[in-house]
C-alpha cells in the first residue's frame, strides 16, 4: 500500500516530461509548417504583383522569348525590375524551357545565346501544367538570402497559349521570420495554457485518487475496528486471537473478558454521551497496559476482550488488577463526576484449544464474576462450566415454560392455630422439569427476574390462584406471593384488579405476600401500589420476618395485615427451644400490639405447633399438614381436615374447573 505513493509520483513525473517533449515537438513542426504555409501564400501575392508589373513594363517580350536579344530598354526594365519589391532575382524561360536571361548575371546582355542555351525541367513541367510551381527554401547558401520563394509562373496570352515562364525569387527573410517570432509566441501561449490545463486536471486526478486511497483505508479500518473507542471489533479480534491459537510455536496465551457492571442503569442515569465517554474512558484503561503483539477488542455494547501472550497467570492476573483499579478512578464529564467498575472473566488458553471454546469459556468466567458481585475478576474452571451450563439449561426451561405451560401453580395449606383446621391456601410455582418432577421457585425465580419474565409468570400465578380459589368454599383464602420486579413496570394492580374481575374471587379473600428486601429496595414504589392492592380489598403479608433487615419502620408505615415469622426461628426451636421460645414470644407480641394476624412457616413437628400455639401464633403453615400439592389433591385435603364437621365441599375437578 505504502509503496505505492512514490511509484505513482514517478509515473506522474515520466507522463509530464513525456507531455511536455510531446508538446515541444508538436509546437515545433506545427509553426513551421504554419509559417511556410503563410510565407508561400504571400510570396504568391508578391509574385503575382510582380508578374503584372513585369509584364506591363517590359516592351516587345515576345520577340525576346523567341530571340533571347536584349534591347536597351528592355535590359534598363530589368535592371529596375530586380529592384521591386522583395524581389532579389529572376530567371525567364522560352517556350522550349530554354532560360533566357537571369536578372542578376553580370553579363546579361547578350551572354545567354553564347553558352549553350541551359534547359529547365521546372520550366517544362509548369510550361506543360499552365500552372505556377512555388518552393520555398531556408538555407544558409551564401548568395541567396536565409529563407526565400522561388515561384515559376508561366506566361500564358488571353488565348491561352503559353510564351514562355518567369521564374522569381522572392525574398521572404523578414516575413518568415516575423511569422516564426508570432506563431512562435502564440504556440507558446497556446502551450502554456494547455499545460495549465493539463497540470490542473492531473492534480485533480491525483488529487481524487488520494482521496479514494484515503477512503478506502478508513473503510479498511472500520471493518475491523470500533469506532467510539478505535480498538479492534469483533471481526477484528476474532482474527487477532486466530492468528495467535494458529501460530506455528506455541506461546502462553490468555483471554480476558470485560464487561462493564450496570452499564445499562449508567447509560440511563447520566445519558448516552456520558455513557460513550465511560466506555472510552474503559477502552483506554484496558489497551494501556497491553504490550505490542497483544490485542484488544470491543466486542459489542459494554462488552470488551483482550489477549494477552507469553505471559505467566501470575502477569495476567497483575494486568486484570492494574485495569479493575485503574478504571474505578472517577472521570469528569460535562462537569459530571461518574465512575464504573468492571468485571472481569480470564482464561488461560490451552495449547489446542478451539477458538469458539476459548472465547465461550472466557465468557463463563466473566459471567461468574458478575454472579459474585461483580467489579471482579474469575479464572476459568471446569465447575464453573457445568455450572453455568445448567444455569443456561435452567433459562432455556424457563423461557419454554412460560410459553409452553410449563408451570404449576401448587397449594399448600393454612392452619388455624387453635382449631387446627384448614383457613386457606399459599400459592407456590412450580417449574416442570420435563420428567414428572418439578423445580423449585427458589431456583428459578430469580433466574426469571434476570430474564424481564417474572411480570409475566407473577400474573399468570396471580390468574391461576384466583382462579382455583373461586371454586373453594367461601371461608378459605389464597396467598400469592409477589416478587419486586412486579412493581417495576406500575402494571400490578391491573393485574390483580383483572385476576379478581376474570376469577370472580371476593378481593378479601386474596392476600398478597411481600418480604421487607422488597421494600428496603424501593420503599415509595412499593408502599404507593401496596396502599393501592389494599384498597382492592386484597391483604397484605409480610413473608418471611426476621430473616432481613427486619425493620420496625417499614412494618409501622405500611400497616400490613399479617406477619410471617420466617422458618429459621422456627427451626431454632430444635437447637435452642427457650432462646427460640423467647424471640418467638417477642415477635407475636409485636405483630399483635401492631394490629397483625401472626403465621408461623415451616411447622414440621407437632412440638413446633404446639408452642407457637401457646405463644399465641394465630395460624401454622408446614410439612406437618401438608406439603404444597397440585390443585387436584386438595380436595382430599380438606375431606380429611373436615370431614367430620362436614365443611370443604370441594372437589379436585371442581377445583380445575374454576
Ligand atoms: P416462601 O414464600 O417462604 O414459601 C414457603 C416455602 O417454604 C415454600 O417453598 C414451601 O414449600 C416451604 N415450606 C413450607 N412448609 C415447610 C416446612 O415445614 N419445612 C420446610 N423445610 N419448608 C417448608 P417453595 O415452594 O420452594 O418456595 C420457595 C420460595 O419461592 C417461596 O418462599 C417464595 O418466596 C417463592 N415463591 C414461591 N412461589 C412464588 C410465586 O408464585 N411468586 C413469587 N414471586 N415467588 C414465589
Ligand atoms: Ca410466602
Ligand atoms: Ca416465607
Not at 607 to 622: F, K, N, S, Y
Request: hydrophobic residues 45%; charged residues 25%.
Amino acid at each position: 500500500m505504502r509503496a505505492s505513493a512514490p511509484n505513482s509520483g514517478l509515473a506522474f513525473f515520466i507522463i509530464a516530461v513525456l507531455g511536455m517533449l510531446l508538446l515541444g515537438g508538436g509546437i515545433y513542426f506545427g509553426v513551421n509548417y504554419a509559417v511556410e504555409r503563410v510565407v508561400v501564400a504571400d510570396a504568391k501575392d508578391k509574385t503575382q504583383a510582380w508578374i503584372d508589373y513585369f509584364l506591363s513594363a517590359m516592351p516587345d517580350l515576345d520577340e525576346l522569348l523567341v530571340n533571347g536579344q536584349l534591347t536597351p530598354a528592355q535590359r534598363s526594365v530589368i535592371n529596375a525590375a530586380e529592384k521591386v519589391g522583395d524581389i532579389f532575382r529572376f530567371k525567364v524561360y522560352s517556350a522550349d524551357a530554354r532560360q533566357i536571361l537571369v536578372s542578376d548575371d553580370p553579363n546579361l546582355a547578350g551572354a545567354v545565346q553564347d553558352k549553350e542555351p541551359k534547359h529547365s525541367l521546372e520550366a517544362a513541367a509548369v510550361m506543360t501544367a499552365g500552372t505556377s510551381d512555388i518552393q520555398f527554401h531556408e538555407t544558409a547558401k551564401a548568395g541567396t538570402p536565409p529563407a526565400y520563394v522561388e515561384a515559376y509562373v508561366p506566361i500564358i496570352d488571353d488565348g491561352g497559349k503559353t510564351h514562355g515562364v518567369i521564374e522569381v525569387y522572392v525574398d521572404q527573410t523578414h516575413t518568415t521570420s516575423l511569422l516564426r517570432t508570432t506563431f512562435t509566441a502564440l504556440a507558446l501561449g497556446l502551450a502554456i495554457v494547455v499545460a495549465l490545463g493539463f497540470g490542473l486536471l492531473s492534480f485533480a486526478v491525483l488529487l481524487r485518487s488520494r482521496q479514494v486511497k484515503a477512503a478506502r483505508k478508513e473503510a479498511e479500518f472500520f471493518a475491523l475496528h470500533d469506532p467510539l473507542t478505535g480498538l479492534l471489533n469483533r471481526v477484528g479480534f476474532a482474527e487477532r486471537v486466530k492468528a495467535a491459537m494458529d501460530a506455528p510455536a506455541w506461546e502462553t496465551a490468555a483471554l480476558v473478558g470485560f464487561d462493564i457492571d450496570g452499564f445499562k442503569s449508567l447509560n440511563e442515569t447520566h445519558g448516552e454521551a456520558a455513557g460513550d465517554q465511560l466506555l472510552r474512558h474503559m477502552a483506554r484503561c484496558l489497551a494501556g497496559p497491553i504490550r505490542e503483539r497483544e490485542a484488544s477488542g470491543r466486542l459489542g455494547g459494554d462488552e470488551f476482550m483482550v489477549l494477552l501472550r507469553n505471559r505467566e497467570p501470575e502477569d495476567v492476573r497483575t494486568y486484570v488488577e492494574t485495569v479493575l483499579a485503574a478504571v474505578r478512578e472517577p472521570i469528569t464529564v460535562d462537569g459530571r463526576v461518574i465512575s464504573g467498575t468492571l468485571s472481569a472473566g480470564i482464561y488461560m488458553i490451552g495449547p489446542r484449544d478451539e477458538m469458539a471454546r476459548a472465547l465461550y469459556r472466557t465468557d463463563v468466567a466473566l459471567y461468574q464474576a458478575k454472579v459474585d458481585g461483580r467489579n471482579t475478576a474469575r479464572q476459568f474452571s471446569a465447575e464453573m462450566e457445568s455450572r453455568i451450563a445448567s444455569r443456561r439449561a435452567l433459562e432455556a426451561r424457563l423461557r419454554d415454560a412460560v410459553r409452553n405451560e410449563g408451570l404449576a401453580v401448587y397449594f399448600q395449606p393454612l392452619m388455624d392455630a387453635r382449631q387446627r383446621a384448614c383457613i386457606g391456601f399459599e400459592a407456590l410455582v412450580r417449574l416442570l422439569d420435563g420428567e414428572g418432577g418439578t423445580i423449585s421457585p427458589a431456583v428459578f425465580i430469580p433466574v426469571a427476574e434476570d430474564l424481564g419474565l417474572i411480570n409475566e409468570i407473577g400474573a399468570w400465578v396471580l390468574r391461576e390462584a384466583t382462579r382455583v380459589a373461586a371454586g373453594w368454599p367461601e371461608n378459605l383464602t389464597v396467598a400469592v406471593n409477589l416478587s419486586v420486579s412486579q412493581f417495576g413496570d406500575g402494571r400490578l394492580v391491573e393485574t390483580v384488579r383483572e385476576a379478581l374481575a376474570e376469577s370472580g374471587l371476593p378481593p378479601h379473600r386474596l392476600e398478597l405476600e411481600v418480604t421487607e428486601s422488597m421494600l428496603i429496595e424501593d420503599p415509595g414504589r412499593v408502599g404507593a401500589q401496596l396502599a393501592e392492592l389494599r384498597a382492592l380489598g386484597a391483604s397484605i403479608a409480610m413473608d418471611d420476618f426476621g430473616s432481613g433487615y427486619s425493620s420496625l419502620g417499614y412494618l409501622w408505615q405500611f400497616g400490613f395485615d399479617k406477619l410471617k415469622i420466617d422458618r429459621a426461628f422456627i427451626t431454632a426451636l430444635d437447637a435452642n427451644e427457650g432462646r427460640a421460645r423467647e424471640v418467638l414470644d417477642t415477635i407475636i407480641m409485636l405483630g399483635h400490639k401492631l394490629d397483625m394476624r401472626v403465621t408461623a412457616e415451616g411447622i414440621e413437628t407437632e412440638r413446633h405447633a404446639d408452642v407457637l400455639a401457646e405463644l399465641g401464633c394465630d395460624q401454622l403453615q408446614g410439612f406437618l399438614y401438608a406439603r404444597p400439592a397440585p390443585a387436584t389433591e386438595l380436595a382430599a385435603f380438606l375431606m380429611q381436615s373436615y370431614g367430620e364437621t362436614g365443611v370443604g365441599r370441594v372437589t379436585g375437578r371442581k377445583a380445575i374447573a374454576g
